[in-house]
């Protein structure tokens, strides 16, 4: 007989990460390094549709996958042999997925739908073990979300069966239904997922797709130093780029959010817009990829195309993480008007050409500044 497994408490005392979901995060690394390594020599070869539109379906598959597993041991992590089994098998999912991202980047999804299966598959088994240990409302939210896992894993079958010209129909309905299936399971009965947990694990997240991008790129400065020495070109490049990356970091982390998670509806969608963060921030790696190319003449793009690369995801990033995340806590029109001015003025730092990277880099840290003196200001102001 299988053991049941309860559901954790919302108000239980010093809920944190554990080994095996930081194990299982790990594992992302590989998915999120083939899919910007694509998107880069998708962009680099002067395939900008192509690339962006096999990176958005790519990057959706990695991070959805990701956010089942996350949002469910945040209610019901047991961390028992079989629970670790499950979770195991979850991640070898991840594995194959990673290996097949190239070859999905030329329409053939074969691999990444079998990892997808693998991993599944185990979230469903996850579920029905969920449902075995409860009942009334409880039980009926797990077999609801063990239902809808099914039905879109079949519904991901078109990326195989179907012509290739309907790879965008597929993923648009089966993605939109993928979205749908959490607040459809949980309308009788919400799952005690733990705000302080959530906020903790999209923020870890959020370090690994940052690490990740800084290896892209220093491995693109590495590869074009040994191959052509041109440092005068490549380090603005890098210190740029490195720049804009520890703001992205900073500016994430300035404040606590897991007080504003308190129900299903706000939680959703800030988790649900994690989608453009994550994927803007890998996507940032990508670019200065593309632009450390492009200033060695292996790129078939121009300076401002190269440029785009870079301040195109980073303005992206920086107006989502101020949509969903910062906002919140911001006070007055001055503190609220710093991250949607940053956005655009990194947007204008593509008209600088190839010193458009290192232009965005002191915009992104200048706009660390003029935060950080924002808020000091803030909390030094005589209370009325």
């Known amino acids: 007989m299988p053991v049941p497994i309860r559901a954790r408490r919302r108000d239980e005392e010093h809920r944190a990460a554990t080994p095996l979901e930081l194990f299982f995060d790990l594992c992302f690394v ?20 192509h690339g962006l539109a096999g990176y958005l379906m790519l990057f959706f598959a990695i991070w959805w996958a990701w956010m089942n597993f996350s949002w469910f041991s945040s209610a019901y992590d047991t961390d028992d042999p079989l629970y670790r089994v499950v979770t195991l098998v979850q991640m070898a999912g991840v594995l194959i997925l990673a290996a097949g991202v190239p070859r999905a980047f030329e329409s053939d999804f074969t691999l990444v739908w079998c990892g997808f299966v693998v991993m599944r598959l185990a979230m469903v088994t996850q579920w029905l073990r969920a449902a075995y240990g409860s009942r009334g409302a409880e039980r009926r939210t797990a077999l609801s979300y063990a239902l809808g896992v099914t039905v879109c894993q079949i519904g991901w079958l078109g990326l195989l069966l179907l012509p290739k010209g309907a790879v965008p129909l597929v993923f648009v309905l089966v993605g939109g239904l993928e979205l749908a299936v959490p607040g459809l ?30 290896a892209a790129a220093t491995l693109a400065v590495q590869s074009a130093l040994d191959a052509h020495d041109a440092p005068g070109r490549l380090l603005p490049i890098a210190g740029g780029g490195l720049l804009l990356v520890f703001a992205a970091y900073w500016i994430y982390f300035a404040v606590p959010i897991h007080r504003h998670l308190r129900g299903n509806r706000q939680a959703f969608l800030w988790g649900y817009g994690h989608y453009v963060v994550f994927g803007s921030a890998a996507a940032i790696g990508a670019g200065i990829e593309v632009a450390v190319r492009e200033s060695v003449g292996r790129a078939d793009l121009s ?39 940053s956005a655009l003025l990194v947007l204008a730092c593509t008209f600088a050409g190839r010193a458009a990277v290192p232009a965005a880099g002191l915009v992104a840290a200048a706009t660390v500044a003029v935060g950080v003196h924002l808020t000091s200001r803030q909390d030094t102001a005589p209370a009325e």
């Open 303 to 341: 300076a401002y195309g190269a440029a785009a690369c870079v301040t195109g995801p980073g303005a992206l990033f920086l107006c989502t993480v101020w949509l969903i995340h910062s906002r919140h806590h911001k006070r007055g029109t001055a503190q609220q008007l710093v991250l949607p001015v």
């Open 30 to 49: 590989v998915a999120i390094a083939q899919a910007g390594r694509q998107l880069a020599d998708a962009l680099a070869e002067g395939h900008p549709g």
């Open 185 to 214: 399971a949980e309308r009788g009965w919400q799952t005690s997922w733990h705000a302080r947990h959530i906020a903790e694990r999209y923020g870890l997240f959020t370090i690994i797709v940052l690490g990740e991008t800084i």
